[in-house]
């Protein structure tokens, strides 16, 4: 079992920047889990914004992010972030974090195990 805690979302304006971080904790080992990050709009169904195996390697991304957010994890502080760059209004959302613990299937919300309770982001025109 894993227990994971969103942070770093808040208010800023097109163009700006944030980090968003997802501390795990609980007996199981961090580095055997695959880590993804997941966003929910007013109104939407929750997509798949970008993973990362547990190793590091291999990052993956949703169309929409790319060249913009990077995902990255540092397994000795049990934490993944999101780094996001030129960030645009329609990246407002509740950004959820999720651990993977079986399988090859990163991008579906069914393919993980575990989730975050969600930080706000909003980006102002």
């Known amino acids: 079992q894993v227990q994971l805690v969103e942070s770093g979302g808040g208010l800023v304006q097109a163009g700006g920047s944030l980090r968003l971080s997802c501390v795990a904790s609980g007996r199981s080992t961090f580095s055997n889990y695959g880590m993804g990050w997941f966003r929910q709009a007013p109104g939407k169904a929750r997509d798949f914004v970008a993973a990362?195996?547990?190793?590091?390697?291999?990052?993956y991304y949703a169309d929409s992010v790319k060249g913009r957010f990077t995902i990255s994890r540092d397994n000795a502080k049990k934490t993944v972030y999101l780094q996001m760059n030129s960030l645009k209004p329609e990246d407002t959302a509740v950004y959820y974090c999720a651990a993977k613990s079986t399988g090859y299937n990163y991008i579906e919300l069914k393919d993980y195990d575990y989730w975050g309770q969600g930080t706000q982001v909003t980006v102002s025109s």
């Open positions: 990362i195996r547990r190793s590091g390697a291999i990052p």
